[in-house]
Every structure is written in C-alpha cells, then in structure tokens.
C-alpha cells in the first residue's frame, strides 16, 4: 500500500505522503495539515478503520473544507474526503481498496482518468500509481503545470525491523523537475534494479552464486547506463573463481572512457580485474562493505 502524487508545488512529497507498513497510508492535499497523516497513521495503528479515523479528524479540524485527504488501512479499508473549498477543478473517486483525488485541476475528468488507468494497468502496485499519474497529466492535470512527484510505497505487513528499510518498498521524490512523473519513473526503474543488486549481494553471502549472477544481470539489464552494476558482478566473478563466464563490465574497466579508469581504481588492489590483475578476498569484502558514505550533523 501507498501514495503516489503529482503537484506544481517544490516538494510535494514531503508533506503529502503518509506510509508505514501493517498500518496503513494518507494521502492530505490541497489546503495541506500534515497532522493528517501522522495522526491518521497514529489512529489506524490503534486498530481504527481509516474511514473512522478519517471522520474523527475531519471533526476536529475547524478548516476541513479547505482540505484533500485519503486514507487507507492494512485490511483495504478506505475513504476520501474534498472539502468544498478546494480550489476546482476538485474531486474524488473511491473505488476498491483505492482512492484517487485531485484539486486544482484544469478540468472535472482527472481523477475518474487517474481511477481508470490504475484499474486498468496490470502490473505491481507501483507501475499503476505511476499509471493513474500519467492519466491525470494527459487529462489535463494540475492547472498550474507539473513541478514535483513522489511515490511511498511500504509493504502490507511490518518486518518490525522498519530501521533496517525492509518495510518501504519504494520512498522516491522529485522535488523540482520540468518533467516529474517521467524522472519519477525512471526513479523507480533504477530502485528495481538496484533491489536486483541488492538481492545478488545477499545470495553471494549464501553462498548462492549462479542465483546471485541472474539478479546482477537483471540489474544491468533495467539500468545499463549505471556502470557500477556489472562492475560488481565481474568482482563477484573474480572472487568465486569464475573468471571465465563473460561480464560487461570487463569492457567498461577498460575501455578509454571517463567512467572506467575509476572503477579500475576502485578495485586495485581489491580484487582482480581484467585491467588491474589484482586479487584479494579479505579487501574486496572491505570494498562492499565501504560503499556508502555519509553525514550526521546538529547545527
């Protein structure tokens, strides 16, 4: 379950989209209280249906009529609310376990568009969010133009570990882009690819190298211009002892481009490679390990 936008507005995933796994999501829009969604989220963890929780805070808020919400719970549950200040073109359409809704739109047909594409789309859940908003721009969309997008996606059960990200499944923003539903997507084309390369670190672990081998090259097949993909897979090759089966990554390390020479560095004197004729288990580990890098700060 989740919540996909679309906005002319810098942002708009930051203060829309409402997830957590086992829980349930929300979606505030227009005139936006975030209080919605921590709270609905706060409500539906309590065990109360999201169309009960939803009611409970419009109630207490004196200014629902300019509000946008939808929320929905880990059994389906759900329901939306347009209040009758929106700005128009304003509506919803709640159909089952979905809602789609907008405001501010160039005209009336958007969000039956938006409900239409995601009932029609085969695919997982993500592919039909980014389905029913693309509808929404081909209807007319947002009558201001297009800005920023984002998709929250968490999974339908909690691991109780959500500190280690197994439980979102996809939490994507484009805060500021001329075309934010097409980067949105190509967003997420990289996060299947890299949860491809991902899983074939897992399975080298296991020990499970010809499994480990098909999810690198499905990685390198949904993202051929990330060199950093088959570059891992060759590595692998070299540490298994497999350096006969071929890897594109052999000719990104040497070919004369701008990327490879770095890569050529980045394993030497790690692990072999074609170019570099180094090999070391213990540092290449060291290598997999260190690739993140990052910053904690209080001003």
Not at 3 to 16: D, E, L, P, T
Not at 29 to 45: C, I, N, T
Not at 86 to 111: E, F, K, L, P, T
Not at 187 to 195: F, I, K, S
Request: charged letters at 25%.
């Amino acid at each position: 379950m989740g919540v996909a936008v679309q906005s002319h507005w810098f942002s708009v995933g930051s203060i829309v989209t409402w997830a957590e796994a086992g829980v349930g999501a929300v979606a505030t829009q227009s005139f936006v209280d975030p209080a919605y969604g921590y709270k609905g989220l706060e409500l539906m963890r309590a065990g109360v249906a999201a169309p009960e929780a939803l009611q409970r805070l419009l109630g207490a808020d004196a200014q629902r009529e300019v509000r946008q919400v939808a929320m929905i719970d880990a059994q389906g549950r759900v329901d939306a609310f347009t209040g009758k200040l929106d700005i128009r073109d304003a509506g919803h359409h709640v159909g089952v376990q979905y809602s789609a809704q907008a405001n501010m739109m160039a005209n009336a047909r958007v969000w039956p568009a938006m409900a239409a594409a995601f009932e029609t789309t085969r695919g997982d859940l993500a592919g039909r969010m980014l389905a029913a908003l693309e509808a929404a721009q081909a209807a007319g969309g947002d009558i201001r133009g297009k800005q920023s997008a984002a998709i929250l996606i968490v999974k339908a059960k909690s691991s109780g570990r959500p500190w280690v990200g197994a439980d979102r499944v996809f939490d994507l923003r484009v805060d500021d882009h001329p075309e934010p539903v097409a980067e949105l997507k190509r967003l997420v084309r990289l996060q299947r690819a890299y949860a491809h390369a991902n899983r074939g670190d897992e399975l080298v672990s296991e020990k499970k190298i010809d499994e480990a081998l098909k999810e690198y090259t499905a990685a390198g097949e949904l993202a051929p211009e990330i060199l950093e993909l088959p570059f891992w897979q060759a590595v692998t090759l070299v540490v298994v002892g497999e350096r006969q089966r071929p890897c594109r990554s052999s000719g990104g390390c040497s070919r004369g481009s701008r990327t490879g020479p770095t890569w050529c560095r980045a394993c030497r004197p790690r692990a072999n490679c074609p170019t570099t004729r180094h090999s070391s288990r213990a540092s290449w580990r060291s290598v997999r390990r260190s690739r993140y890098e990052g910053l904690g700060a209080r001003d």
